[in-house]
């Protein structure tokens, strides 16, 4: 038994944060697939995991099955344990909270949903689609903007903040932009990646049921 089961899908940028987490910190876990595209996340059996029906849902086999669901929580959970991408003292707590919640609310869902609509819904060009492209667009120059000038999003090293808002922003191409247009994005992105452990969605998530 390994010490973390993953509910998760590779379409997925929020479970990719927790799936970056446990591969950063060298955790031990194991990805189970959810069938997200054919309900898989409204069964009886998932919602029993997560009343609120979203995908991922972190099980903590180390505290008695402890089960979590929300990223952030999961994020936030990890980075004690593994005293890794932590906040260390009260104004990183703040800085890695305020980043962490605008992400969940602008950044990862205005992309998230934007994204979903035009590669998986079929919705290009459609009122909706677009009024989330531009939504989206506000949320990446917001964080244009605040990364001009510094490497990481909440302290002076990578913390749990940057993996949030990593989620989505490794697939510009899946929702048209470019990150040539944003320069920042784009440095903070390359520097990611250089990360001890960094691997791509595609890496760490399943596409499919394991074997
Ligand atoms: N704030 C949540 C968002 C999770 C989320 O929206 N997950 C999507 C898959 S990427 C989902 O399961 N959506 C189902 C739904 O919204 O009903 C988190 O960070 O975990």
Redesign the pocket.
């Known amino acids: 038994m390994t010490d973390y089961t993953l509910h998760c899908f590779v379409e997925?940028?929020?479970?990719y944060?927790v799936a970056l987490m446990l591969q950063l910190a060298g955790a031990d876990w194991q990805p189970v697939w959810n069938d997200?595209f054919r309900g898989g996340?409204r069964t009886p059996e998932f919602l029993a995991l997560n009343e609120m029906?979203?995908?991922?849902v972190l099980v903590d086999h180390t505290q008695d099955d402890l089960t979590l669901?929300?990223?952030?929580l999961i994020l936030w959970h990890l980075a004690d344990r593994y005293d890794q991408f932590a906040a260390r003292n009260a104004n990183e707590h703040r800085e890695v909270l305020r980043w962490m919640f605008w992400d969940?609310h602008k950044l990862?869902?205005y992309i998230?949903t934007y994204r979903f609509l035009v590669r998986f819904a079929g919705k290009e060009g459609s009122p909706e689609a677009e009024f989330m492209k531009g939504r989206a667009i506000s949320a990446i120059k917001v964080f244009e903007r605040h990364l001009t000038g510094r490497d990481w999003v909440a302290a002076d090293r990578p913390t749990i903040a940057d993996i949030s808002c990593a989620g989505y922003l490794f697939w510009p191409d899946h929702y048209g932009m470019d990150w040539k247009d944003f320069p920042a994005i784009a440095a903070w992105t390359e520097r990611l990646k250089t990360l001890k452990n960094w691997a791509a969605p595609e890496a760490i998530l399943p596409s499919g049921p394991q074997g």
């Open positions: 997925s940028g929020n479970a944060k997200f996340s029906g979203e995908v991922p669901s929300q990223s952030a969940n990862t869902s998230a």
